[in-house]
């Protein structure tokens, strides 16, 4: 019952009004001393509050002495409310004045309803594209809204970063769970709507959902080229199955720390000759080992003029 009365005020009933119209409903036809008797609230409230749903069309009244009181089929009730909330609806979009709205900055949401509500409502205004990075769940939560995207006409692209070989390599820290105080970590999630407008967040775990939304330009591309990057290394994932995690390490491990902590891995027996030949560079005309230190107190290039000076004198 308690639930019921709350979808009651929901749609614009004060607490005292939501309880008649429950009363009404169970009981059929009441006085309003009747009704007061039954809520055990004071009868001045009790008929200033039948008075109001009068006005509202919720309930009929009768002329007689004493006054009785029906409530309206609630389908009466719902279109006379729909009927309202439409006409309020068109007077606001006709005369509330707007003005185009760009969002550089960033702006947050709390709470994991208003997040994922937030998330559906952009989805349906997207036109041409949807990019996006989700784990499972969060893919499997939003399925139906990217279908009727996609009906629609919308190109839809939805990667997992985890299978291109970014979820499980942390190689700017340590793990979450390696850390003293170990935690559930929060699903991240991103994406790009018509490339104009980016959703990232997180979601599960121990922590709150939480996302931000913003039109800036630069978090737009940095997105756009992750999304897009994570696509292409999961093709080439599932091009060359072991041959990548024989020469890059499982999901690029190897290649990763190369380029992030320049930990490069030992080469294997038949790579140490190929490792150890130096790549000659051109320095002024002359070939040099591309690891050869320039000798103490002096530059390459000085060292160089003076090498190819000494030529000169022996010819």
């Known amino acids: 019952m308690e639930e019921l009365l709350l979808h009651l005020k929901n749609l614009g009933f004060t607490d005292l009004e939501a309880k008649c119209l429950q009363v ?19 009868r001045s409230n009790v008929y200033a509050a039948l008075q109001k749903l009068a006005e509202k069309g919720a309930v009929l009244t009768s002329h007689g002495e004493p006054t009785v009181y029906q409530s309206v089929p609630i389908e009466d009730i719902g279109a006379r409310l729909e009927a309202s909330l439409q006409a309020s609806l068109q007077y606001v979009k006709a005369h509330l004045p707007q003005q185009e709205t760009h969002r550089s900055e960033f702006f947050s949401l709390d709470g994991d309803t208003k997040v994922v509500e937030r998330i559906r409502a952009e989805l349906r205004k997207a036109k041409e594209e949807v990019l996006c990075d989700l784990w499972p769940e969060e893919a499997k939560l939003l399925k139906e809204d990217l279908r009727q ?13 985890r299978e291109a070989g970014t979820g499980s390599f942390h190689p700017f820290g340590k793990k979450r769970e390696e850390s ?12 790009l709507l018509d490339r104009t407008q980016a959703i990232v967040g997180t979601r599960g775990g121990e922590e709150p959902t939480v996302a931000m939304l913003t039109e800036h330009t630069a978090m737009i591309e940095l997105l756009f080229h992750h999304v897009c990057s994570c696509a292409v ?57 591309a690891n050869e230190p320039a000798p103490e107190g002096k530059s390459k290039g000085t060292d160089d003029k003076s090498t190819s000076g000494k030529r000169k004198k022996k010819k």
């Open 24 to 42: 009404l409903a169970i009981s059929g036809t009441h006085t309003g001393y009747e009704i007061a008797k039954q809520l055990g609230v004071s």
């Open 149 to 161: 995207a996609q009906a629609l006409g919308v190109r839809v692209v939805v990667v997992n970063s």
């Open 180 to 191: 003293a105080a170990p935690r559930a970590a929060a699903r991240k999630f991103t994406l």
């Open 233 to 289: 290394l999961q093709e080439l994932q599932q091009d060359m199955g072991a041959k990548q995690e024989e020469k890059y390490g499982k999901q690029f491990k190897k290649l990763i720390q190369k380029h992030i902590d320049g930990k490069i891995s030992e080469p294997k027996a038949d790579d140490k000759l190929k490792a150890s030949v130096l790549i000659p560079v051109e320095v002024n005309g002359d070939s040099l080992p």
